[in-house]
């Protein structure tokens, strides 16, 4: 095993926030900082078309995150094996979705005993993250890492869905991360003329030019080095050779919400019974890691469209193909820059709800899954989210190879309230499709071809064909109580030098797409590591 210098700060993981910890955390030059990452660093991954489906374009190394496989139990979609290794993590290969959830999703975390991580507490990270395009207020920044943009085309199938949501009695808003979330309008995107800004991009390059920070790709971590209760350095493998990296000061672990328990309870901390039967020695018996897990179950409605200006009729035509290619390359502009979901509506599936439990998104084109081939016809999808689930599931080691992916039980869909809303989502997502302005554009449904009469039967569709949003959380919850892996400054509960910052820290899922409030947890972490580095 070879032996490395030591670091005052060692972060696990260059996603989504570890990119942003690399950059706070050596920003000083104060602080020697090492960044492990498991995937590489291939050039066309730090900054590419955003289009998170381009592979029907040109195949620019796209990956899913995982894959979803029908649940033998209770038919609902579960995870298989996690795969999509990248710097910037999932903000390199998404949809390119900026939201960040609603004011009550931050109230209910500080409300559960995370003192410092209501709403008013959290606004100024994500002003310091942003350099945003149109808006410049109490809500939002201008100069930060991450750009923020408006989709630079509007589309007429999205202004018919406004206009749909219109007649159905659902308001426009403008800003959706503004005042109120509630309402309908253009997703604003990670985005600077037509190309992503991943947190490689926005974060770590900028900061690769630092003598104080080091960053290890191909590293994969395998456990977390103790010296009795402090955590003094991480093991990983590199080119098959086993190393050790030491920390004088903070081991952080920002591996998400699957690779950092999973690291946890390779290193011992996890569900003691589990650990003993799979002869990991128990360093401390934490049945809260690994626990928790939450994620967006959607549904889909799928039609064919009275117009050929959907991705189907560009992909399906060389000519109209090469249009696009030279549209994007001399105007930034056009398919290649569309967002996984363009339009975007938030709405409450009760009446007098006083926030909005769905999101229907708007999505440009078709297919019979995520990630296959497009139809061959004109189309476009409207997907369903469910927003605040209260289905829980885990993520748990299932061998003591660092190696060996984690199984992942996601448990969807498996409390009455998550069916009834996503149920009664549907049906709303049906109905601004019927209305006039959208019902114009639909030559024919195509999935479901009919629409259900019963619930039940919506139900059974949502099981079988139903899929997941790539937003898995809240596998180290952050809490105040005996059973929370980390507290509210993401300390890992009864250690020294070890912390968590990422999206497994949630303790409720947020109230739309992830990758935001990722950034966010990257930066309030980082000034907390900070200030109690000043301490010592």
């Known amino acids: 095993m070879q032996q490395s210098d030591e670091f005052d700060f060692i972060v696990v993981g260059a996603g989504s926030a570890g990119c942003v910890l690399a950059n706070r955390l050596s920003a000083s030059g104060r602080h020697r900082v090492l960044l492990l990452e498991a995937g590489g660093e291939d050039d066309d991954r730090w900054i590419h078309i955003p289009l998170g489906y381009g592979k029907h374009f040109s195949n620019p190394k796209v990956n899913w995150l995982y894959q979803c496989e029908p649940d033998e139990k209770t038919g609902s979609r579960s ?85 749909a949501a219109d007649e159905c009695g659902y308001p426009r808003n403008p800003d959706v991360n ?57 093991e990983y493998l590199r080119g098959g050779a086993r190393e050790c990296a030491h920390a004088r000061g903070e081991v952080i672990l920002a591996a998400g919400a699957f690779n950092s328990p999973q690291l946890l309870q390779l290193s011992g901390l996890g569900p003691a019974s589990l650990l003993q039967a799979l002869g990991i020695p128990v360093v401390a018996d934490m049945p809260g890691v690994g626990a928790n897990l939450q994620d967006h179950y959607n549904g889909r409605l799928v039609f064919e469209c009275a117009e050929p200006f959907t991705l189907n009729d560009v992909v399906g035509s060389p000519m109209k193909k090469l249009r696009e290619g030279l549209r994007y390359y001399l105007m930034r502009k056009g398919f290649l820059t569309m967002a996984a979901s363009t339009a975007t509506g938030f709405v409450a599936t ?108 919506w139900l059974q569709y949502l099981r079988a064909r139903g899929g997941i949003s790539f937003h898995p959380v809240g596998t180290c919850r952050m809490g105040s109580d005996a059973a929370a892996v980390v507290d509210e400054r993401l300390r890992v509960r009864g250690f020294k030098g070890l912390r968590v910052v990422d999206a497994s820290i949630m303790p409720t899922l947020v109230s739309g797409n992830t990758n935001a409030p990722t950034i966010m947890i990257g930066e309030k972490g980082a000034d907390m590591i900070l200030e109690d580095a000043g301490r010592d």
Request: charged share 20%; net charge positive.
């Open 350 to 457: 009760a009446p007098g709800a006083s926030r909005p439990d769905v999101q229907i998104g708007l999505v440009l084109y078709s297919t019979d899954k995520f990630g296959d081939t497009l139809h061959r016809f004109s189309g476009f999808t409207l997907l369903v989210r469910l927003l605040q689930p209260e289905s829980r599931g885990t993520v748990l080691v299932k061998s003591a190879d660092p190696l060996a992916a984690p199984v992942i039980r996601p448990n969807y869909l498996s409390t009455a309230k998550d069916c009834d809303v996503l149920v009664a989502g549907m049906k709303i997502a049906r109905r601004l499709v019927d209305a006039g302005p959208m019902r114009r554009y639909v030559a024919r449904a195509h999935e479901p071809a009919h629409p259900f009469t019963r619930d039940d039967e």
């Open 178 to 234: 503004g005042a109120t979330q509630a309402g309908f309008g253009y997703n604003q995107v990670t985005q600077r003329r037509g190309r992503r800004c991943s947190t490689a991009v926005g974060f770590l390059r900028p900061a690769l030019r630092r003598s104080n920070l080091s960053v290890v790709t191909d590293a994969h971590a395998t456990r977390i080095l103790f010296s009795g209760r402090r955590a003094s350095g991480i």
């Open 79 to 163: 995870i298989a094996q996690p795969r999509g290794k990248v710097l910037g993590g999932t903000s390199s290969i998404n949809g390119t979705v900026y939201v960040r959830g609603q004011h009550e999703d931050y109230d209910e975390w500080r409300n559960l005993g995370n003192a410092g991580w209501g709403y008013a507490e959290v606004l100024p990270y994500f002003r310091k993250s942003e350099d945003n395009q149109r808006w410049s207020n109490e809500y939002h920044g201008v100069g930060g890492p991450l750009c923020v943009s408006d989709p630079p085309d509007p589309h007429p199938l999205c202004e018919a869905f406004f206009a």
